[in-house]
């Protein structure tokens, strides 16, 4: 018995949920190579995914005409996911800037594998020092929408949000109505 115990006590169990935390961890050195700053819009380069804060977002869609915001899942599976060429065909289609934002880091190379002709986003979890996706989303989703309070993220999370300068203007389940 004391033998069992001992083994045991010496095994750790390590494992991790994803949708709990950002992901960031589980990347290769490779795959963290194409994470970057957001520091100037004009100079970003598609392959690469920039980590950008609600505050800098805010104030980069008030430069801008038309926008339209998604914060996705790279995991995504159903109806409502399209690859990434649709996304940009959009783009080019309907003269809106497009920002595509992940949710997370999970299934990071099923977004990139697709070669997006536009750069990505993804939330910077370090800026508001949380690693929880719930509280760095609704922490995102404040600055950017300019609210004191967001108390769910969800009806944000999957949305296309269209925004006018930086005033939100609708939010819709599907961006090709």
């Known amino acids: 018995m004391l033998s069992t115990c001992a083994m045991m006590s010496s095994c750790v169990i390590n494992f991790q949920v ?5 992901g960031y ?3 290769t050195e490779n795959q963290k190579s194409l994470i970057l700053q957001t520091e ?20 980069e869609l008030g430069n801008r005409d ?6 996705f899942v790279n995991t995504c599976a ?17 003269q809106t800037d497009l920002f595509l934002i992940m949710c997370d880091y999970f299934g990071f190379d099923k977004t990139m594998d ?16 949380q690693n929880k996706q719930k509280k760095y989303r609704r922490l995102f989703l404040q600055e950017l929408l300019g609210l004191e309070k967001v108390k769910e993220v969800e009806p944000y999370v999957n949305k296309f949000l269209f925004f006018q300068g930086d005033s939100l203007v609708a939010v ?6």
Not at 42 to 47: Q, R
Not at 172 to 177: L, P, S, V
């Open 18 to 22: 994803n949708g709990i935390h950002d």
């Open 25 to 27: 961890p589980t990347l």
């Open 40 to 59: 100037d819009f004009s100079k970003m380069e598609a392959g690469n995914v920039y980590e950008i804060t609600g505050k800098d977002l805010r104030r």
């Open 66 to 71: 038309q926008s339209v915001v998604n914060i």
């Open 78 to 94: 159903g109806d409502r996911c399209y690859p990434m060429q649709s996304y940009f065909n959009y783009q080019e289609n309907n």
């Open 114 to 129: 697709q070669e997006p002709e536009f750069p990505l986003f993804a939330i910077n979890t370090q800026y508001y020092a």
């Open 172 to 177: 819709k389940d599907e961006i090709f109505e």
